[in-house]
């Protein structure tokens, strides 16, 4: 049984994934349908990359990602289906697949235009419905890709920033948000370890400053700010029972600074 694997910005509140999936089921009752979430913001492509991106890894081998974070449906901007070395994609040429591909490795993309594979009217607002599901289903059971549509020599492309070292300061950015207002930094343990080798460090993030690395949250004292690794495996500045987000009023992109407290005039 072949899984196909939703991600999209639809919500709970409508009744737009239960239909995408009607569609599937319609052509492929014999299929596993899982959802890694709908709650992205509406929207963002750049929060559904990453949580793709951080997710797909942990699915068998050969499950669909079907993802539907896509502001420019109805627009010239292309629809893909994608095989890499173990797992196919289908969605919308606009960075959200690509930082997934990458990692799996990128063997074959195609863009959708054979509407043998479509439902028989598709809206100029809806694709994940009329579009993205039913190339899903047809891919569960088995069409080859080269039967979707053309080759595509490239795919729009998102990237996650390097953090970056300049004299005796790490910089980094908040490239992620979780529903705990956890801020996820592009700054991995390794990086974090290299650049202290132990020593007192100064983690600047808007006005505060952080000297506190805790293994887990329940280690840290109640309405601390201290940093953990995440697991996401990045750098993640953390508030004890509470939300770092909301007190640090802080957002994706912010950047940060790490430093050793013998700098910290620096």
């Known amino acids: 049984m072949r899984t196909i694997a ?17 569609v599937i089921l319609n052509i492929n009752h014999k299929v596993n349908l899982v959802d890694i979430t709908h709650e992205i913001s509406p929207q963002n492509v750049w929060e559904a990359g990453f949580l793709l991106y951080e997710s797909f890894k942990f699915f068998p081998k050969n499950t669909i990602f079907l993802v539907v974070v896509d502001p420019g449906v109805g627009s010239k901007r292309r629809a893909l289906a994608i095989k890499t070395k173990n797992y196919y994609f ?19 993309a195609v863009s959708l235009e054979n ?37 595509c020599n490239k795919i729009k492309e998102l990237k996650i ?5 300049k004299g005796s300061i790490l910089s980094g950015r908040v490239i992620y948000i979780d529903r705990f207002g956890n801020l996820i930094t592009n700054i991995n343990l390794k990086d974090f370890k290299n650049f202290t080798k132990n020593k007192e460090f100064i983690f600047k993030i808007k006005s505060k400053n952080i000297t506190k690395f805790y293994p887990y949250y329940q280690k840290a004292k109640n309405d601390e700010l201290f940093l953990c690794e995440g ?25 940060v600074k790490l430093l050793l407290k013998k700098y910290a005039r620096s």
């Open 231 to 255: 697991s996401f495996g990045y750098l993640e500045v953390s508030l004890k029972n509470k939300s770092a987000s909301s007190f640090l009023k802080a957002k994706i992109k912010d950047k």
């Open 90 to 108: 289908v969605g919308p040429d606009n960075g959200v697949l690509s930082l997934a591909v990458k990692e799996d490795g990128l063997r074959k």
């Open 6 to 22: 939703l991600l999209t910005d639809f919500g709970a509140k409508d009744n737009y994934v239960g239909v995408m999936k009607g």
């Open 161 to 165: 920033p390097s953090p970056q070292i």
């Open 115 to 151: 509407k043998k594979y479509f439902l028989r009217e598709v809206s100029s607002t809806f694709w994940g419905r009329d579009v993205f599901s039913p190339v899903s289903a047809y891919l569960s059971k088995g069409i080859s890709i080269d039967k979707l549509g053309r080759v």
